[in-house]
């Protein structure tokens, strides 16, 4: 009989930013979303079902050792993913509010039309609508 996981539901995900203020300000006005918590080193949004805690990277090393915090140059390592009913006109609504997109809105052979953006630390975004 196997085991119910105790891995069923994220709950907040950190993400760790080089300028706090502008990666807020970012978010503000990207996702139209208000601030549940802030301090001097974090921000923390509510996207329904899971929270993102935006913490200053000067703040980070202490909650992760021995793992190492990495510079936003880096590259991407993971993206996250939003279902949209229409992406092309989620699109243009980023667009009015001054975001530049790094590809699509594009058709995949797997039956989703998607497009990407990133956050001023590089963290990528991806919206998606299913065909």
């Known amino acids: 009989m196997a085991t119910e996981s105790w891995a069923n539901?994220?709950?907040?995900?950190?993400?760790?930013?080089?300028d706090?203020?502008?990666a807020k300000a970012f978010y503000?006005?990207?996702?139209?979303?208000?601030?549940?918590?802030?301090?001097?080193y974090c921000a923390v949004f509510d996207y329904g079902n899971t929270c993102i805690n935006l913490l200053d990277q000067s703040q980070a090393q202490?909650?992760?050792e021995p793992a190492q915090v990495r510079r936003s140059g880096d590259g991407?390592?993971?993206?996250?993913?939003?279902?949209?009913?229409?992406?092309?006109q989620v699109c243009?609504?980023?667009?009015?509010?001054?975001?530049?997109l790094l590809n699509g809105p594009v058709t995949c052979?797997?039956?989703?039309?998607?497009?990407?953006?990133?956050?001023?630390d590089g963290h990528v975004w991806?919206?998606?609508?299913?065909?």
């Open 109 to 120: 052979p797997w039956g989703r039309r998607t497009a990407c953006f990133a956050d001023p």
């Open 9 to 18: 539901k994220i709950t907040e995900i950190s993400l760790f930013v080089e």
């Open 20 to 22: 706090l203020l502008r």
């Open 92 to 100: 243009e609504e980023l667009g009015r509010r001054g975001v530049q």
């Open 28 to 40: 503000q006005e990207t996702f139209n979303l208000g601030i549940i918590y802030e301090d001097e």
């Open 62 to 64: 202490e909650l992760i």
């Open 76 to 88: 991407a390592r993971f993206q996250f993913t939003i279902q949209v009913p229409d992406v092309d």
């Open 126 to 131: 991806e919206i998606a609508q299913v065909l």
